[in-house]
């Protein structure tokens, strides 16, 4: 099995000015912070990152500076999805120039893609960027709308994708995420997406995940993997329903626009979010503040 990561990586919030151009002065304090809270990684450019909101230019100055920022003390995995695939195949070539560990992708989807043959060959255009990077594709159909089968992708894309170490999973279905697991001698590294399920998806076989939620209190989750390596599941069980409280707090909100309020609660200033997502009112704020100190989250996320 390809096995190169383990652990939580931070699905990495983009620093903004007021003006919701990038901040690239704060991403080394950010950076330095979640490595201080004990990710284990980087996922820039993604959706929590709101690349598919940023010119191929600042996702090109956004990945350098996380790369920069990184030092080589974490993998940076970057985000190169894009509906034009050819903008995507010089995003990875660019990840390739700047030293990042790994490329990912999600799917066009403005025109979807309607058959697996078809996935498989625009992945394998991107990933011609840069072969010499693992290839980790993006599966997110609550965002693409492909709810093709992954098992079947993996199976195929093998023959036409020589850099495909695997995937990162981002739904809920777990037999599923299993079954990718397990293919080929668990050849496939499958990341798992979804913070709420981390402890099931531990249960079926996932070694490292990639999350939103890992910017804001990535010692509770390492608290949870903890736990489930000892073996100890009563722990575990609260550890995930900590999280399970976190998450239908902050849904309730805009999410993106309540991950950088909570960061900057945390004293990590990041800035808004850029349109089409939204921020928070001050009575919104105020709320979610509140709802989150009554789930004791400001002591247990540190």
């Known amino acids: 099995m390809v096995d190169r990561y383990r652990g939580i990586f931070a699905a990495a919030l983009t620093p903004m000015k007021s003006d919701t151009g990038l901040d690239l002065d704060r991403v080394g304090p950010l950076v330095e912070h979640l490595l201080s809270q004990g990710v284990r990684g980087l996922y820039v450019c993604g959706s929590t990152g709101e690349g598919i909101s940023l010119t191929s230019?600042?996702?090109?100055?956004?990945?350098?500076?996380?790369?920069?920022?990184a030092g080589g003390r974490v993998p940076v995995l970057v985000q190169v999805g894009h509906n034009s695939l050819a903008e995507a195949q010089q995003l990875a070539e660019h990840a390739a120039a700047i030293g990042a560990a790994a490329i990912s992708a999600a799917c066009p989807s403005y025109f979807k893609i309607d058959s697996v043959e078809r996935l498989v060959e625009s992945m394998a255009m991107i990933a011609s960027g840069a072969p010499e990077l693992p290839f980790y594709y993006y599966h997110?159909?609550?965002l693409t709308g492909n709810q093709l089968s992954m098992p079947l992708f993996l199976q195929q894309a093998t023959e036409r994708i020589a850099n495909l170490a695997g995937m990162k999973y981002t739904t809920t279905e777990l037999h599923v995420f299993q079954r990718c697991c397990e293919l080929q001698s668990r050849r496939f590294e499958v990341l798992w997406g979804v913070d709420?399920?981390?402890?099931?998806?531990?249960s079926v076989g996932a070694r490292a995940a990639i999350g939103s939620t890992y910017n804001i209190a990535a010692p509770l989750y390492n608290r949870l993997m903890d736990a489930f390596e000892a073996g100890d599941w009563e722990a575990a069980r609260g550890?995930?329903?900590s999280s399970v409280e976190l998450v239908e707090i902050?849904?309730?909100?805009?999410?993106?626009?309540?991950?950088k309020r909570i960061m900057e609660l945390q004293g990590v200033p990041i800035?808004?979010?850029?349109?089409?997502q939204?921020?928070?009112?001050?009575a919104e704020a105020k709320e979610m503040e509140q709802r989150l100190r009554e789930i004791g989250f400001f002591d247990w996320s540190r």
């Not at 709420?196 to 531990?202: D, I, R, Y």
């Not at 902050?250 to 991950?259: M, V």
């Not at 800035?271 to 089409?276: A, K, N, S, T, V």
């Open 140 to 142: 997110i159909p609550s």
């Open 250 to 259: 902050i849904s309730d909100y805009p999410f993106h626009g309540a991950l």
């Open 57 to 69: 230019g600042e996702r090109r100055e956004l990945a350098a500076e996380f790369v920069q920022a």
């Open 196 to 202: 709420e399920m981390l402890l099931g998806a531990l």
């Open 278 to 282: 939204a921020g928070l009112s001050a």
């Open 239 to 241: 550890y995930q329903l």
């Open 271 to 276: 800035g808004p979010c850029r349109l089409p």
